[in-house]
């Protein structure tokens, strides 16, 4: 099966009130461990790379990654650029075969990202790719697009955003931000903006950045064993499920992946000690990840059986 664009994937999301998970993907294991609960799960799936997944493991490496996954499944599977910073990386990747962009321009003023994004669209579009653009900033640090505090993003704005500049899809700023420290008191996420944002563009699918539930068992876990993961917090759960019933069709999820993998091999490295042969931790790393992706598929997303 070839790799498929977000489109139909999007359709009937939106149409079904479930959103696409979108894991970000860095090597091997995670590949396998996402693929494997897709597959068991028959859900759709995006498999995104940052730029700096791309400098870690190769453009290369993790397009042929990918074509070793869609040999061996049946699954529709879209290969997206997480947080492409200018045109350039966003033209490289749409000629290396990506079937979906993000253009993130939301740290510009509104009419440079529109023209930036605009930009990208006109290239991305002759090539039959998607584009997704963002508006508004959440707080957090990404390798290539920093922001110290979140802007949510205006409605007004949005809808007069996705008119000028031909985007797909537009990551929109409610309240939620990347890593693991998302709050610190309780969870604020501006649901009621995103159904008036959704109201506003009906059918137009939008994305959620930042949506990692980080754990609390894969937490204690890593800090049980070494780990100095304190006063960690991400986003319940429920309000991801709301945000799939209010036009959210794609939930970014990176953290999660992260801290499943980071706290496996934590706890095999202090009860296996004399152990050093890599597949004895990163076999177990692999299934965590799995197992954690299963429950996002199931319990968050709900894109079970939706192929
Ligand atoms: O949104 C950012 C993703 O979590 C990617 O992070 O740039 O460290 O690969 P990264
Ligand atoms: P998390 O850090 O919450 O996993 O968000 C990932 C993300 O938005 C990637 O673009
Ligand atoms: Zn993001």
Redesign the pocket.
Known sequence: MPLTSPQKMFENAYQGGYAIGAF?VNNMEIIQGIIQAAEEEQSPLIL?V?AGARRYAGQTYIIKLVEAALQESDLPICLHL??GQDFEICKEVIEGGFTSVMIDGSHLPFEENIKLTKQVVDCAHEKGVWVEAELGQLAGI?DDVKSEKSIYTDPDEAVEFVERSGCDSLAVAIG?S??AY?FKGDPNIDLERLETISSRLPNFPLVL????SVQPEFVDMANKYGGQIEGAQ?VPEDKLRRAAQSGVCKI?????IRLAITATIRKQFAENPSEFDPRKYLKPARQAVKDMVQHKITHVLGSSKSI
């Open positions: 970000n995104q940052s997480d947080h990404e939620t990347h890593g998302k950045h930042g949506a990692s991400g970014n999820i990176d953290t999660d």
